[in-house]
């Protein structure tokens, strides 16, 4: 798929209208973990003793240890919701040059907190079977680990260890700052007019990308063959297009009239 009619970038004013279009449209939406680390690093005393084995410096040497089997399906379905969440709050909302934070549309913010909630209650109730399943867990560790096992490597429930959080973070100059310091809080207001200014460019991207990667996944199934036989077309293939469209219109905040005509010429 080309994009070439995409080449060169919108009019700073068009960019300018639909920055604060976005500023005034969206909320700034954030997802935090609480995850239980698998992963630890072997002490000192057990990297020099892995390293004599090879004839090399143990401060020379990055070793660590896998606590718990993930594979394990009980270990499966926690990390199977985490990806779940993830990926929702990727698909209703728009990215922002902040690490951690995402723009979902205002009118939307009761829909997404509510779904958060659903993948919350959904994770609660994955953490207790994993629970269930946790003395296995270790037994199986301590019997693959041999002298790593270390039992205070290990809480004695995964209740807790695990959640996810939501939370709308302000992007925005605080009010006060407008009295303390009226030239910092103009600063600061021309940064966050940058930020979104930004946003608008990184959304177009976006489209641009995820849309170049659909058809060229759409084209390369609908030519050529795999050993003499027809490349095997999967339904997949147009729910993700159809997926996208609903999602461009969505959130598409109309900054690039390119953009608009590709994505029609698309459809």
Excluded at 5 to 23: D, F, G, K, Q
Excluded at 61 to 80: E, N, Q
Excluded at 129 to 145: E, F, G
Aim: glycine share 4%.
């Amino acid at each position: 798929m080309s994009t070439s009619i995409l080449t060169e970038p919108p009019p700073s004013s068009a960019v300018s209208s639909s920055s604060e279009h976005l500023r005034a449209t969206m909320a700034a939406a954030r997802l935090s973990f609480t995850w239980f680390g698998v992963c630890k690093s072997l002490t000192s005393q057990q990297k020099n003793q892995a390293a004599d084995s090879f004839g090399a410096e143990g401060k020379f040497l990055s070793a660590g240890k896998k606590l718990l089997d993930t594979s394990h399906p009980a270990f499966r379905a926690v990390t199977t919701i985490r990806g779940k969440a993830v990926s929702y709050w990727k698909s209703v909302s728009l990215p922002f040059p902040e690490p951690g934070i995402r723009l979902v549309r205002q009118d939307s913010i009761t829909a997404f907190d509510n779904q958060i909630a659903a993948y919350r209650d959904e994770l609660t109730e994955a953490v207790h079977k994993l629970d269930r399943k946790y003395d296995d867990l270790r037994q199986t560790a301590r019997d693959r680990l041999g002298e790593l096992f270390d039992s205070a490597d290990y809480p004695s429930s995964l209740i807790g260890m695990f959640s996810i959080e939501s939370d709308y973070p302000s992007v925005e100059p605080p009010d006060y700052l407008r009295q303390l310091d009226p030239e910092l809080y103009e600063q600061e207001c021309q940064r966050v007019q940058a930020r979104f200014s930004e946003a608008v460019q990184l959304a177009e991207q976006a489209f641009i990308d995820e849309l170049h990667q659909l058809v060229e996944h759409l084209s390369e199934r609908l030519s050529g063959h795999v050993d003499g036989k027809p490349k095997v077309f999967r339904d997949t293939a147009i729910t993700n297009l159809t997926e996208f469209f609903d999602r461009f219109q969505q959130l598409n905040i109309r900054s690039n009239s390119d953009l608009d005509d590709l994505v029609a010429n698309a459809q």
